[in-house]
């Protein structure tokens, strides 16, 4: 796959924000989009004697998380301050895990973009809890700079997941971005909205090239400004690119140059150097001495085992295995959420056959959910209900062209199938009508039937639109089929 | 009637019994406070007549309503400015904080409150507790109201002088390095520091988070008992808070001490500073202790000789990020931006923001609190944190070992509280180093959490207040201050008011 004259490596550190009710150290509300400074208190404010007291659910969530990555749960996890001044931090620094994160190594399996049916696996250094800045708006019009600071987002707890430079694409990258994101909405813990800033992702880019037998490592570039999915997948293929053509200019080397920051300006493709300054921070980390280390005891654990529910690759796993969906087809519904899949469980409880299930989830179901902006919690047909209509498409009760009228139907009336079909004039024909049709179609079309015996199967086709004409409810399926069988048997 | 040498529990009574009203206490305590504050300058800011007023005709009329209130409901107290409080100013008689105005009470003053006390104002100390003296305070250096040339010590300078004057029959105080026993000592009165975590810090500004404590100053122990009975206990609001049921304090203060072991710390008691008057006030303290049943002990704590340098680097560091938070940007001190100092921003490196932050701190914050922040800054910096930092942080747990040891041996601990009695204004303020090495008795009960009171011991032969201190296992509060309302009654000393008259 790979024809570039180098080898990428990609490490990446996603920040998450955990959808706890309230922030990480006091009790105002993480709600997004209130009026800038409403949700705020003297804790986040930093006011003088405040305290911060450790929010218990952002703890669950995190080890939830760290449980399904497969982490290494610490037994005892405590508070570091890093300490930086930047006015959007209005203590003066935030308050993080330095070196005893409470989620330790782990990894996650991917579905392999360049191969849908195996996975990749990136192997995880950590992951960390720690509260958000706020956000400085900077306001240059009219030439005289003018800066705001909105404190609602401070305090809000974060995980950071930290990755290996594991990743060896830029698409790789993407597709452990797009697991990790699916992972994180199976479990409940973050909303993983990028436009909100729940999800946001920092690369680590440096480049491996192969020169006399040897490896020869580029700088490492810290990529930040990476707000969407397609912006992480193009700032590694650009800096891949602007990588390799600085070592030929320059040559170079990891040696020869400290880890550079540089953000991603969208808009223009590129990424750009940022201050130097800031690279060399000191962040002085030391134990917040205001919080006491947070023992995670067994019963902690198990709480969260219990919740943890199916992962994302479980249910591929389960859709395919046990029953018998295409590796393309389960992930399609897999990576609609965790609802879809319950709604496709619910249609196969209810006895409809799961391939059937899959291709009217795929089409019908999902089409109707994109076109009227609908989630599948809203709707209108329930699984039971779809259920109901594949069943009697499978029994042959109805066709499937009957059968997508009658779905249209039950999308705006809330009706049981013989209602459905009662209201749209769809009658079951039973077999011995059928039996009076197809002798009557063959002594009416003797010709047609010289034509068929002879071996021409198309002149079938004529005959089905004589018995709709006669009976509209005659599944052409079946007349099709009865009138090869008494064709075959004259 | 002298109210000032009341005991505060007795005089609670007489205001519980109707003797005399909450107002008429109230009044006379303001009228001191007017009278002598213009000598001793111990208050930062005061509340008017009529809020005191307000607030005393409230207890009274709960105490005509046959209302059973706290002990201590319609007593004066004056809080030290490090502590939260609404309605003033909480300064921490630094100018960076010189008009904030906090929100919420400190848990500790709304405890104080809540029981019924009359807050009469914030008494001035060291700028944000950093300080043997309160010469650092950003307005105004305190007076000793036994010698005006003196200084009344500090950090809880201005706390000590109000009760030692008569112009509050108590105060609290924050002790992080002894600023509650210190200035005790040097003005004549009971201070005492608690175990850590005993009393919330939640409203307490924070100088070194690890360390701080709430205590309480009074000329009786049995009134150090009953303030700290109200202002003790868990607090949701503070993590460090300890969730343990608080005993009762006052019951016990009678208990003979008969079989107590009372351990002598031999390192202190032959410390070359030790002045001779102090040691000779301790040997008088331990026969006093033994005619009232103790035996004594001679104890060691081999590591004493690294506990001043082990605070001077904890305590900085920890102050260093606790202090980050004044950077002008939210509330506090903002420097006026000059056109000169802004264009002084593209020389430095700084973009204007930043500069603004520096030129800030530089004037809000004083030269004491800026050397410390810088001690800090430096000892948690990468290279630097493994040899001092964290070195500190073992070294502190190998004196919290020696005194965990000798606990094992002996019940409470006699000795000094202070090298000296109090020093001149201006004496040491100009050499930071003799001023910090002064606090080699009092650091010790900080760095290992344990509770330690200091109580007046007689005079000099120059008159100034003698102090010895006691110290004791963690979260025995209840025998500390046994022993020491014991030696009070046995003559250890008698409450004095400082004559300013």
């Given at each position: ?7 990428l490596v990609v490490?990446?550190?996603?920040h998450v924000q955990?959808s706890?009710?309230t922030k990480?150290?006091?009790g105002?509300?993480?709600?997004f989009?209130?009026?800038p400074n409403t ?9 003088p004697?405040?305290l911060?007291?450790?929010n ?9 998380t760290g449980l399904?990555?497969?982490?290494k749960i610490?037994?005892?996890?405590k508070?570091?301050r890093k300490?930086?001044?930047y006015p959007?931090?209005p203590?003066?620094?935030?308050i ?10 782990g990894y996650l399996d991917?579905p392999?973009?360049d191969a849908p049916?195996?996975?990749q696996?990136?192997r995880l250094?950590r992951a ?7 956000k ?5 019009v009219?030439g005289?700079?003018?800066?705001k ?6 305090g809000?707890p974060?995980?950071?997941i930290?990755?290996f430079?594991?990743l ?5 990258a ?5 697991e990790?994101?699916?992972l994180?909405?199976?479990l409940g ?9 729940s999800?946001?992702?920092d690369a ?6 192969p020169?006399d037998g040897?490896?020869i490592a580029?700088p490492?570039v810290e990529v930040?400004n990476?707000?969407s999915f397609r912006?992480?997948?193009?700032a590694?293929q650009?800096?891949?690119g602007r990588?390799?053509e ?6 170079k080397?990891i040696?020869d ?6 953000g991603?300006d ?9 201050r ?7 962040y ?22 219990v919740?943890?529910g199916?992962?994302p ?7 395919q295995?046990?029953l018998?969906l295409?590796p ?6 897999v ?8 709604y ?5 409880a209810?006895?409809?056959d799961?391939?059937?299930s ?9 089409r109707?959910?994109?076109?009227n902006?609908?989630s ?6 329930s ?10 498409i499978?029994a042959?009760?109805v066709?499937?062209?009957r059968?997508?009228s009658?779905f249209?139907y039950?999308?705006e009336?809330?009706?049981t ?8 004039g769809i009658?079951q024909v039973d ?9 009557e179609l063959i ?7 010289a034509?068929a ?8 086709g ?16 079946v007349?099709r089929e009865?009138?090869q ?6 | 009637m002298q109210?000032?040498i009341?005991?505060?529990?007795q005089l609670?009574a007489?205001?519980a019994?109707?003797?005399v009203s ?5 009044k ?5 406070v007017?009278?002598f504050?213009s000598i ?6 005061v509340?008017?007549?009529a809020t ?5 005709d409230?207890?009274d009329?709960?105490?005509?309503g046959?209302?059973?209130?706290s002990?201590?409901?319609g007593l004066p107290?004056t809080?030290k ?7 003033l100013?909480?300064t921490?008689?630094?100018k960076?904080l ?5 929100p919420y ?8 409150i ?6 009469l104002?914030?008494?001035?100390m ?5 300080g ?5 305070s ?13 200084t ?5 300078g201005?706390s000590a002088?109000t009760?030692?004057a ?8 924050s ?9 005790a000592?040097f003005c004549?009165?009971c201070?005492?520091k608690?175990?850590?975590g005993?009393?919330?810090r939640?409203g307490?500004?924070?100088f070194?988070?690890?360390l701080?404590q ?5 000329h009786?122990v049995?009134?150090l008992?009953?303030v700290l009975q109200v202002i003790a206990g868990h607090?949701?609001?503070d993590?460090?808070s ?15 001490l008969k079989?107590?072991r009372v351990?002598?710390v031999?390192?202190?008691?032959d410390h070359p ?7 000779k ?18 104890v060691?704590?081999p590591?004493s000789?690294?506990?001043?340098a082990?605070?001077?680097?904890i305590a900085?560091c920890?102050?260093s990020s606790?202090l980050?938070?004044?950077?002008a940007?939210?509330?506090?001190y903002?420097a006026?931006?000059?056109t000169?100092?802004?264009s002084?921003?593209s ?7 930043e500069?603004?932050m ?9 030269e004491e609190v800026?050397?410390r922040i810088?001690?800090?800054t430096?000892?948690l910096?990468?290279?630097?944190s ?8 073992k070294?502190?747990r ?24 109090a020093?001149?204004l ?9 001023m910090y090495?002064?606090?080699?008795f009092?650091?010790?009960a900080n ?5 330690a ?6 005079f000099t032969?120059d008159g100034?207040p003698?102090?010895?201190q006691?110290q004791?296992?963690?979260?025995q509060e209840a ?23």
């Open positions: 796959m790979n024809q570039t004259p180098y080898r490490g990446l550190e996603v955990l706890t009710e990480l150290f006091c105002c509300s993480t709600t989009g209130a009026p949700q705020v208190c003297p804790v986040c404010l930093g006011l004697g405040s911060p007291v450790l218990e659910k952002a703890v669950q969530l995190a080890i939830r399904a990555l497969n982490c610490a037994e005892v996890t508070w570091d300490n930086y001044f959007d931090l203590k003066g620094y935030q993080s895990q330095f070196d005893q994160p409470i989620c330790g190594e991917f392999d973009p049916e195996t996975t696996r990136v250094i960390h809890l720690e509260e958000d800045a706020g400085s708006m900077h306001d240059e009219h005289r700079a003018d800066s600071i909105d404190l609602n987002r401070t809000t974060l995980l950071e930290v990755s430079p594991d060896t694409s830029a698409a790789a993407k597709a452990y971005l797009t990790l994101r699916l994180l909405t199976y813990v973050s909303d993983c909205n990028m436009q909100e800033g999800l946001r992702a680590n880019v440096n480049l491996h090239i020169v040897n490896d580029t490492i930040k990476l707000n912006a992480v997948e193009r590694i650009y800096e891949a990588q390799f600085l070592w030929k200019q320059t040559g080397t040696k140059a400290p880890k550079q920051t540089r991603w969208d808009e223009a493709g590129v990424t750009k150097a940022q130097e300054k800031e690279e060399s921070a000191d002085r980390y030391f134990p917040d001495p205001d919080l006491v280390p947070l023992r995670v005891t067994e019963a902690m654990l198990s709480q969260q085992k919740v943890l199916e992962s690759s479980a249910a591929r796993n389960r859709l295995v046990n018998g295409k393309y087809d389960a992930d399609v519904i990576s609609q959420g965790q609802s879809m899949v319950a496709f469980d619910g249609v196969v209810g006895g409809a799961p391939k059937r899959s291709n009217w989830i795929q089409q019908d179901v999902m109707t959910l994109k076109e902006d609908l599948v919690e809203q709707f209108p047909i699984a039971a209900r779809l259920s109901e209509l594949l069943r009697a499978d042959s009760v066709d499937n062209t059968g997508k009658i249209q039950l999308l009336h809330d009706a199938i013989p209602d459905a079909m009662a209201a749209l009658v077999s011995s009508e059928i039996e009076t049709l197809c002798k002594d009416e079309n003797p010709k047609v039937i034509e015996r002879a071996g021409n199967a198309k002149a079938l004529s005959l089905i639109g004589a018995a709709r004409k006669k009976n509209a409810n005659a599944d052409a399926k007349v009865l009138l069988k008494m064709i075959d048997a004259m | 109210l000032e009341l005991s505060a529990v609670g007489m205001i019994k109707r003797e909450c107002r008429e206490v109230s006379y305590f303001l009228d001191r007017h009278q504050d001793v300058s111990a208050m930062v800011n509340f008017d007549e005191v007023m307000e607030q005393a409230q207890v009329s709960r105490i005509l046959g209302e059973k209130l002990p201590l409901a107290i809080i400015d490090v502590l939260c409080l609404e309605g100013p909480t921490c008689s630094s960076m010189q008009n904030f105005r906090p009470n400190a848990t500790s003053v709304q405890r104080l809540d029981a019924g006390m009359i807050v104002g914030k008494t001035n060291d700028e944000f507790a950093m043997s003296s309160t010469e650092n950003a307005f105004f250096p305190s007076r000793n109201p036994w010698a005006l040339d003196r009344p010590g500090g950090s809880s201005g002088v009760v030692a008569g112009m509050s029959p108590l105060s609290i105080g002790d992080t390095g002894g600023s509650v026993r210190q200035p000592a004549g009165v201070g005492l608690p175990t850590y005993l009393v919330s939640f307490l500004i924070a070194a988070s690890s701080d709430v205590g309480p100053f009074a009786h049995e009134d008992a009953a607090d949701p609001r993590s460090t300890l969730n343990v049921a608080i005993p009762d304090l006052t019951s016990g203060l009678n208990a003979p079989g107590l351990g002598v031999r390192e202190h008691q500073a030790l002045d001779p008057e102090i040691s006030a301790v040997q008088a303290t331990q026969k006093l202790l033994q005619s009232l049943g103790a035996t004594i002990e001679e060691h704590l590591n000789r690294h506990s001043v082990t605070y001077y680097v900085p920890e102050a606790n980050a938070r004044y950077e940007a939210h509330y506090g903002r006026r931006m000059t000169e100092a802004s002084k921003s020389t430095s490196g700084r973009n204007p923001l500069e603004m520096v030129v800030s701190r530089s004037q809000g914050l004083g800026k050397r810088m001690l800090g430096f000892a910096s990468a290279g630097y493994d040899a001092y930092y964290k070195q500190a942080l070294v502190r190998l004196i919290a070992n020696d005194y965990q040891q000798a606990f094992q041996k002996v019940d409470v601990l006699l000795g000094p509280a202070f090298p000296t009695p020093f001149r201006g004496e040491k303020i100009d050499d930071p180093v003799q090495l002064g606090d080699q009092t650091v010790e760095l290992a959490g344990i509770p009171m200091s109580l007046p011991a007689g032969r100034l003698l102090a010895i006691l004791a296992p963690q979260l025998r500390l201050l046994n022993v020491g309302h014991q030696l009070q009654r046995a003559g250890l000393f008698e409450p004095k008011i400082a004559g300013l008259v």
